[in-house]
Each structure stands twice: as C-alpha cells, then as structure tokens.
C-alpha cells in the first residue's frame, strides 16, 4: 500500500514538472514568425504571400458602420467592389483599368468616369499598387478595441505619401487595413481574403441596367 501511494506521489510530481517545463519553454521561445521579424521582414513576407497571386477575394466590414462588402480585384487593375448597408446592395464600382462605373441602385444612377480621375487610395487599388507603390516605414505591437492584439505594419506609398496601417495576426494574415484620408481614417475589418479565386472574363465590366440615369464623365 505505501509502495502504491509512493509511485502515485512520484507520478504526480512528474507531471508537475513537466507542466513547469512546457510552460517556460512556451514562455521562451517565440510563439509566431511575427514576434521576431523587423519591418522589411514582415514586408517581404507580405509580398511572398502576393508573389504569383493574380485575382483576390476580400470580403470585409467596413468599420463600426453598417456597411459591409465583397471585393474582387484583377491585380493588373481591375476590380469590382460590391457594398452592402443593413445586408442590401448599396452600391456597385467596378472598373476595367480604363474606365469606372459607380452604379447606386437606390439613386438608379450610374456615373461613368475615367481611371485616371478616380481617388486612388483604397481598398479596391491598395493590393495592385502594394508591390510597386508602398515600402514599409515602422513594425509594432499595439492593442486594438477594434480587433484585440495586433502586429501593425505601416507602409507608406512613394507617390502620394499615404501612409496605411495593416493590421496582421501572429501568422502574419491581414486582419484589417486602415487608410487615413484628410485626418479620417477609413478602417476595414478584413473577414476572408481568397487568392486566386476563379473570375469571369467579363466579370469587370458593367452591365448598364435598364431605366438608370448613365452620366458619363469618361470623355
């Protein structure tokens, strides 16, 4: 009996100890690529992850606001940007690399205008310029009510001198991407990005619908 209650003590310990060990070595050693690399790191590792993707889907929130979305985007320029209010469509942008077609559906108005013309920062031309445009600037650990413990990538574009905020897990996956346009920032909760989903051709071209006001500021 006392042998019994001897080896169920010397048992006991050792799983007392092995739970010490485990907890330091988890303490010690880096739980996450993220907690050891620097900001050019993390950025290469960001564009690895884009090297020899061609099309993307990102479905979002766009803040605390009750706007959501889904956007397709042509990494050569094409995009299609589907905006949801209170889970109705709200409005539709979709562009082909030459032209852009802001359809409202509620207003049953579409504005056609040219690319050149359009705002250049945003979601829907930040992963096509990302490569060519933006270099990384500073690399942080911040806490976020928005989304919990973050590692921050700021990166800056080269032309227009924007600085943009992405927002990474420990495994480095973009979990938010925030812009700050005339002091405002544009904050979107990335919820699923899909690399090289399968697109139509025609997919990033707008069908003009029946009866809508077509305002055509292409020319």
């Not at 019994?4 to 010490?20: C, V």
């Not at 996450?32 to 564009?47: C, G, P, T």
């Not at 605390?64 to 942008?93: N, Q």
């Not at 096509?128 to 700021?154: H, R």
């Amino acid at each position: 009996m006392a042998t019994y209650k001897l080896k169920k003590q010397l048992y006991f310990w050792k799983f007392i100890w092995a739970t010490i060990v485990i907890t330091f070595i988890v303490g010690v050693i880096p739980s996450s690529k993220a907690n050891s690399l620097d900001q050019k790191q993390v950025f290469e590792k960001i564009l690895d992850k884009l090297s020899g993707v061609k099309t993307l889907k990102i479905n979002f929130n766009l803040g605390k606001s009750r706007y959501s979305g889904i956007l397709f985007v042509d990494l050569t320029g094409k995009y299609r940007l589907e905006l949801k209010k209170d889970s109705k469509t709200d409005r539709i942008i979709v562009s082909n690399g030459k032209k852009v077609w802001n359809y409202s559906p509620f207003e049953k108005k579409v504005v056609i205008s040219s690319l050149e013309t359009e705002e250049s920062s945003g979601l829907q031309n930040f992963f096509a310029q990302f490569s060519k445009d933006f270099a990384p600037i500073s690399y942080t650990k911040e806490l976020s009510s928005e989304l919990g413990s973050n590692y921050i990538l700021k990166v800056k574009s080269n032309s227009t001198n924007q600085v943009v905020k992405i927002f990474l897990t420990e495994q480095l996956d973009i979990k938010g991407v925030e812009f700050e346009n005339d002091g405002k920032p544009t904050f979107y909760k990335i919820l699923k990005i899909e690399y090289n989903p399968k697109i139509k051709k025609n997919f990033f071209e707008f069908k003009i619908p029946r009866g809508i006001e077509v305002i055509d500021l292409s020319n």
